[in-house]
């Protein structure tokens, strides 16, 4: 491929004749697979071939390399008056990456030394992940809990798990807990428990310490679920509509949210294949609950998509639907579409509660089949429910039914 990106034959034999000439064929490949254009292919075989002579100079293989080399590389590099790095220094993070893929280099976090709290987090991760079955936003919440409990408690030295306790757990899952708004006060509780159980499993720490996480009171119908309006929902689909290949990316993810109550999970982890169109349906992977199910994809969600895939969607390799619109085009993350969404509704004047994005959807979704006669199964089969009572949350928005139910008023005209 190199024949495609330089003309004169001195240069592609100076780079396949150089130091990385064993990897220049394959790094473009790596490149262009990518999604990268030609000129920043070109720049970067450039900049990598000139770090690997620069390392051949000071008698070392590209396997000598690490952050501290190329932090001595960068550092003799004249920078621009700008402040910007020059061009013999853009690229070299690809570099880095297709050589750790091709197993040249370490990956950096084995450079490094592991400490003691990240041992123990990798080794709570991984039971999670095998023994509870937890998806992975659900293993990086609690992870995130779980750090800042080991740090509150030991700071930066090696956790003494026989010297935690219960007064140190309570004071911390309180601190935590009054930080968050409404249901999200448990989840201290819950993740800290969670990791006190473990330690128990690990015989770190003594049976029954783990009962000290008490969750805050809470009253599970006390609240209704945040919905939004008909003409809200289709204010905010209407933010993304300009034709550029971001817009039509987000306009059928909203539509996924809107129109099925989709997780955000379930949209980033949708794929070309789980799609039948002859069909008209989707087929989700299993995610929270463990349970893959099939919905049909209705008429404006389906355009939707086609608009996109057709006209928006990056050429790649990659089998899921939604891919970042810069190279690399890689799947979306959790975080991604929070933003997405959080961007729609301040674009269309809508205010929401601070924390909630993709999940307001599907409260609106859910609510909306309710009152519009979807009995509890059918809504649960919809959303993904494994037990009714999680549905039973949207009673309280069926205000037909309650008007029905409703007493008079006995204490007269106000």
Request: hydrophobic letters at 45%; aromatic letters at 8%.
């Amino acid at each position: 491929m190199l024949e495609h990106l330089f003309v004169r034959p001195s240069v592609i034999a100076r780079l396949r004749g150089g130091p990385l000439g064993p990897y220049v064929d394959d790094l473009t490949t790596f490149l262009h697979q990518e999604g990268y254009a030609l000129s920043h292919i070109q720049r970067s075989l450039r900049a990598g071939d000139q770090f690997a002579r620069w390392l051949h100079g000071q008698g070392a293989p590209l396997s000598a390399m690490d952050d501290a080399v190329l932090q001595r590389y960068v550092s003799g590099l004249r920078r621009y008056r700008s402040g910007h790095l020059p061009k013999a220094a853009q690229g070299l993070s690809h570099l880095v990456r297709f050589l750790q893929r091709q197993g040249v280099v370490s990956p950096r976090q084995a450079m490094l030394p592991i400490l003691p709290l990240d041992q123990w987090l990798a080794a709570y991760d991984a039971h999670l992940a095998q023994v509870a079955g937890l998806a992975l936003s659900t293993r990086q919440g609690y992870g995130r809990l779980v750090r800042r409990f080991i740090t509150t408690c030991f700071g930066a030295e090696v956790p003494d798990w026989p010297s935690v306790t219960t007064s140190m757990i309570t004071t911390f899952v309180t601190h935590e807990a009054t930080r968050r708004p409404g249901a999200g006060r448990k989840l201290p509780s819950v993740a800290v428990r969670s990791f006190l159980r473990f330690l128990v499993f690990r015989g770190a720490i003594r049976t029954g310490l783990e009962a000290a996480a008490l969750a805050p009171p809470q009253w599970r119908h006390a609240a209704l679920p945040p919905r939004l309006l008909p003409e809200d929902v289709e204010r905010v689909l209407a933010v993304y509509h300009d034709g550029t290949a971001s817009s039509r990316r987000n306009r059928a993810m909203l539509l996924l949210l809107a129109r099925l109550g989709l997780r955000a999970q379930d949209v980033i982890a949708l794929c070309l294949d789980d799609i039948d169109w002859a069909d008209g349906r989707l087929g989700l992977h299993p995610g929270k609950t463990h349970r893959a199910r099939s919905l049909p994809l209705p008429h404006d969600v389906g355009q939707a998509m086609v608009a996109y895939l057709q006209g928006g969607r990056p050429q790649s390799a990659c089998r899921q639907v939604f891919l970042r619109c810069r190279p690399p085009f890689h799947a979306l993350t959790n975080s991604a579409v929070w933003w997405i969404v959080r961007q729609a509704f301040e674009r269309a004047g809508i205010v929401v509660p601070s924390g909630i994005a993709s999940h307001l959807f599907r409260h609106t979704a859910a609510s909306h089949m309710v009152n519009h006669g979807a009995s509890f199964k059918d809504v649960a089969d919809v959303l993904g429910h494994q037990s009714l009572q999680t549905t039973g949350i949207y009673a309280k928005l069926e205000l037909n039914a309650l008007a029905a139910v409703a007493l008079p008023w006995g204490g007269g005209a106000l």
